[in-house]
């Protein structure tokens, strides 16, 4: 898959995701739509946003699609940050966001655990960053090797 195929792929299936027939993408989409959701939201808005916007299905379709995608050490350190944002020995099969786990806090609340904890992931962050040509290689020969193309 090219740099330009991808792109136009990526768009497609971003339509797609948004669509309202919500059963609209195959697991093999869905481990691509979370793996690279993850590679770009965290240059563009930090592990923090990340982590702040994304729903217990994505993040766990993104740890399973990098394992997948032969990414082990990254599905293992992603896997680590959740559970420290959690404060959680495992990941909850849940619906909605990671952040509504902390939807009863209050602003001050917040901020003292965004202090705790966006400290200790940082070094997870500097990890993410220096994976974006390797994920998306992943990305690329994962679409190759299951058949998905550009229509």
């Known amino acids: 898959m090219t740099e330009e195929e991808f792109s136009t792929y990526w768009s497609q299936l971003v339509d797609r995701k948004y669509s309202t027939d919500k059963d609209n993408l195959s697991e093999n989409e869905m481990k691509f739509y979370a793996v690279n959701y993850f590679r770009g939201k965290v240059p ?13 299905e994505e993040v766990s379709e993104a740890i399973n699609g990098l394992a997948v995608m032969g990414l082990s050490e990254a599905s293992k350190k992603l896997k680590e940050t959740i559970l420290l944002f959690l404060q959680s020995p495992d990941i909850p099969q849940s619906s909605g966001l990671l952040i509504d786990r902390y939807a009863n ?17 940082s070094e997870y962050e500097d990890y ?22 550009v229509t």
Not at 44 to 56: C, D, I, P, T, W
Not at 105 to 121: A, P, R
Not at 132 to 149: I, Q, R, T
């Open 44 to 56: 563009r808005s930090s592990l923090n946003g990340y982590l702040e916007e994304v729903s217990f």
């Open 128 to 149: 993410f960053m220096e994976l974006d040509d390797e994920v998306f290689d992943a990305l690329c020969l994962f679409a190759d090797k299951n058949g998905m193309v």
């Open 105 to 121: 806090f209050d602003d001050k609340e917040y901020e003292k655990f965004e202090e705790k904890i966006f400290k200790k992931l």
